[in-house]
């Protein structure tokens, strides 16, 4: 097996720690995870981790947003997938019960809120990770729009379903990571009237 050229054992290095990172985060919070904790789960130092990640906000926000582009992948799938509207919904609800109130996920996201709340820079991250989100519902609602409805709906209501949507579900989301049994029923009957006010067709289930 050939060697790993620098580069290349720069991005394993680089893949190894993320991983570690993500499950220490997810498994303890982010102010409890410390960067010595990650190095060691991944066999690496702690220098390996500054190198690669200059300080433990980056590297959150790192496993972060790898987190959201999981997620916008899923949703789209969903979005996309063939059948009608109402038939893509029920999907987004299977979806939206696995997925809302995911306990390590979301509370990490509440706790680097708050720890960035203070802090300009680590606001500034807060926000670009919120913004990546809110697009990839943006892009979500897009597909959901099957031809039949391509010119029914502009650009602007899709972005203000989609702030709706997310600020529901994260609110939602919350809740649920305390309270599991809540149902998300609701999220999804408010998905269906918004898209109905807009005049999307068929999105009754």
């Known amino acids: 097996m050939a060697r790993l050229t620098r580069t290349e054992q720069r991005a394993q290095t680089r893949a190894d720690l993320l991983v570690a990172a993500r499950d220490r985060f997810l498994e303890v919070g982010y102010a409890a995870a410390s960067l010595e904790d990650i190095a060691d789960r991944a066999g690496y130092s702690k220098g390996a981790v500054y190198s690669n ?9 790192e496993v972060l947003q790898a987190i959201h582009e999981e997620k916008a992948a899923e949703i789209e799938a969903l979005a996309t997938a063939p059948g009608q509207v109402s038939e893509r919904i029920d999907r987004f609800s299977d979806w939206v019960e696995r997925t809302l109130g995911d306990v390590g996920w979301t ?10 709340r203070n802090d300009p820079e680590l606001r500034a991250m807060a926000v670009a990770l919120r913004n990546s989100l809110r697009q990839a519902v943006v892009d979500g609602l897009t597909g959901l729009l099957d ?8 650009g602007e209501q899709i972005a203000y379903a989609a702030d709706l949507m997310l600020s529901a ?36 289930g």
Do not use: Y
């Open 107 to 116: 509370m990490l996201e509440l706790e680097f809120m708050v720890v960035a």
């Open 147 to 154: 031809v039949e409805n391509a010119g029914a709906v502009d």
């Open 53 to 61: 990640f200059v300080d433990k906000p980056n590297l959150c926000r």
């Open 169 to 204: 579900g994260v609110g939602m989301g919350i809740h649920r990571a305390l309270d599991p049994t809540i149902p998300t029923e609701s999220l999804v009957a408010s998905l269906r009237t918004t898209l109905a006010l807009m005049g999307v067709q068929s999105v009754s």
